[in-house]
Structures are given as C-alpha cells and as structure tokens.
C-alpha cells in the first residue's frame, strides 16, 4: 500500500480499498443502499490487508477518538503535504499528530471563537437578504441556480470576510477554492489538469496569504490573519509556512462543505414538503432542523484517512501498526444502531449527535460557522415559496464532497 494516494502510485484505489465504485453513477446519486450493504457485511471491513473501511457509527467514532489512531509520516494523506519555496513541509493541521496538532489547534481556536464567528451573523443576514433579492430580481417563472446564487456566494463572502480579505480580492478566493475542493480527494479521483489546477491554487493561495500576513503585521486589522499574525511573531508558536497552510486549510474545509450542506439541505426539505412545513411552523428549532440535515445527507463524506499508530482495535478486531482505515462518516451518519429509521429525514428528531463534522481530536473548528451560515439561510428561505425546478440537478463528482453542481429552483415571495 506504499503508493497509495501518490501521484505516480500504481495502486487502483477505486479497484482494491473502497468496496464500491466511487464514480458509478448509481452510487452518485445515492450511495446510501451502497454504504447499507457495506457495514451489513462489516462496520469495519478489512477490502485489502492492512486497509480498513469503516461505515459503523460505534466504529468511526470509536477510531477518531482512539489516539492510537493519526496520520504518522502522511503515507496516507502524501497529496495533501508540499513544499514552501524555502523547502520547508507545508503540511496543514488536519493532517499532523500530537502535539503539533494541538498546538496549533488551540492557537486556531482561539482565533476563531465564538465571539468572532457570532460577529458574523448580522452580516450574514444582511448577505443572505441581499443575495435572495437579487436571486429573485428576475421573472418568477425562470429558475434561478440555489447553488450560484446563495450556497456557494454565502460561505464564501463569509469566510473570506473572516480571514480578512479585502473586498476585490474575494473572486480570487472562488477560484483558488473550487480547484482546492476538488484537490481534497485522493489523487486517484483527479485527472491531470485537476491535480495541476490545485497545484497551481495551492502557490497562488499560499503567495497571497503571505503577502497579506505581511501588510496585517505592518498594520493589523480586526480579523483571523491579524490575530495569528499576533501569535505568528512571537516566533515559537507558529511559523510563516503554518499560519499559509492553516489559512488555506480553513477556505479548503470551509467553503465548499458548508455550500453542500445549504445545497443537500434544501434539496432534502424541497423532496419532504411535510418536512419543510414542520420546520416553517417551528421556526425555534432550526439548530435541530440543520443537524439533521447534516446527518442525512452529508456534505463531508469522510473524515479521511487514519494511520494506527502502534497496535490497536477496531471494535473487536485487531489492527497492526502501519494498517489504515477509511472513515466514511456519511455511512455512519445512517447506521441504524444509532439512528432508528436512519433513511427517513425527520427534522423534529432529538438525534445522537452525528458525525457530521467529526469528532476527537479533529472534530471541525469550524462547526459553530458552519451552522450558523446554514441556520442563517435555511430561515431566509423558510420565508420564501421554493420549488425544485427538475429532478436530476448535476452534481458535483467528488469522493469527500457530496453535493450539487447546480440546484435549479423556482424562488417567490410567500
Ligand atoms: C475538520 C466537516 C465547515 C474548518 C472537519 C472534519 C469534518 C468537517 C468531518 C474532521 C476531519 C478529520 O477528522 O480529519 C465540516 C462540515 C462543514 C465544515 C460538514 C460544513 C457544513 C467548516 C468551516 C471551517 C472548517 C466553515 C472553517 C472556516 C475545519 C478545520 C478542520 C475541520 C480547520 C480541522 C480540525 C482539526 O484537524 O483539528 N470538518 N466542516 N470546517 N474543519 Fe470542518
């Protein structure tokens, strides 16, 4: 398994580790029946010796909080690791160990508190108020793409807002972010150009986020760069090459997973119209409303993949240091062992919490923005008549990210 998500690997992904064919239409379009079959045969499965994939809700949780459990030297996760031009490894934190991990975890989620992500939300409203009027700006009868219009514009002006960007440099942020989007999966999934489109995102991204590091040090401004510009001069917590790569891990975790989840909630509530009612009538319970959301029909498919770091288990079954596990959360999220009736969207739930957004030591930093952009515009369009416009909307092809490409709905005033 030496190759493995190498770029010149030999090694047939799709063929010898997963146990159903990522790019099969059928599996697009639901890979729910798929991951059923999967974790009825074993919640962990072993496909290939020394590789593990695991569809069990007890199971990935149980490995995401196992210690034993991390990614080592990056075998696993080599696509995601590079170089700065100084030859130093540029390795963002979701994929480090102990105890860089947790140093730069903690400096990250201090900078990211409550606090600042609560800001945030007179300014998503406004967003989400403007975007939906401009949506609605033309004929009633013409569709209008949800996808373009809010779910993409919303976390994007957001986060990008967030790290302090100024304004005109924003449509830079959409194009650096849809090639690292779809960089998140394993090399296997891209084709050349894709892999080079990333490349190319990854040195423009990580030169602008240096350059703006240096003018917020010259002159610091209320936002995320500044505050771990702060921590970045004292020299010992954080070094230049960390806070680009912690920078760019933030827009590549944020910004497409949070547009999915607006997307695939949407679509879920507009195919269970009683749903959608239950949720206009109980306005108060949209943080419940989104969790569901988040566990039918997860935008983050899989939290990756783990190295076992010394030997270890999984549930009753021994693993070996060096073996590797697949963790697909979205699986999990529909494991009738912790979810009864786990295929029927039931927003009035009081659900086990998902692992939507992970859990342990990497459990997502982001996860109060995250709900917060969702609960913002799900209750914008509570407010709204929308109506799915066709059937089959194109979807994104991706492993990691489950979504839409395009969402055409009809959008009127109620
Ligand atoms: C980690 C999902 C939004 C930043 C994770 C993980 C998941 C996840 C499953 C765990 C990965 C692992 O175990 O290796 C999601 C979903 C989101 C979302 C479903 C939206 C609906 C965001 C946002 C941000 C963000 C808005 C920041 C702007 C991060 C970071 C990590 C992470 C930095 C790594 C944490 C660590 O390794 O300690 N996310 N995420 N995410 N997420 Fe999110």
Redesign the pocket.
Known sequence: VGDIDTPSGEFDFAANLLPFDPLDPAFQADPYPFFRLVRETAPALCTQPGMWVVTGFRECSAV?RNPKFGHGDGRLVASQITHDAEGNVVRP??FMDPPD?TRI?SL?TKAFSARMVERLRPTAERLVGELLAAAMSGPADEPVDLMAELAFAL?SNL?SELLGMPPQDKPLFEQWSSALGRGLDPDFMLSPEEMQRRDQARTEFDGYFAELARRRRAEPADDLVSALVAVEEDGRNLSMSELVSTCR??LS??YL??AH?IGNGVNALLRHPEQFEWFRAHPDQVAGVVEEL?RYD???QT??MRTALQDTEIGDQPVSAGEGAMLL?GAANRDPAAFPDPDRLDVSRKPERNL???IG???????P??RLT?QVALTALAGLRVELATDDAPRINNLVLRGFAELPVFLRAA
């Open positions: 995401l934190f979701v991990h975890r990250v976390p986060i891990l933030l975790a944020g997973s949070t989840l988040l997860s935008p983050v939290a990756g959360v939507g957004f992970g030591a990497h459990f997502c930093v982001g996860a923005l995250a969702t």
